[in-house]
């Protein structure tokens, strides 16, 4: 929650920024939350897979099968 409080906070003094110099946006308001959304949805596939990759080895490591192998 910090983090996204922070990120937040940091967006609006850029926003701020970008009002008080008169710049656009670098990218329209729609392309740029399709970017994030992207980046989120990324990001949460890859830690997805990591977390199903690591409770499958560690299942393989602690079935009874694998601990009758090791003696």
Known sequence: MKAVLISFVVGLMVGA???LLRV???APP???LAGLLGMVWGEQVIISYLAKRNQTMSAQLNSPQRASNLR
């Open 17 to 19: 920024i970008y009002a």
């Open 30 to 32: 729609l392309v740029a």
């Open 24 to 26: 656009r946006s670098p």
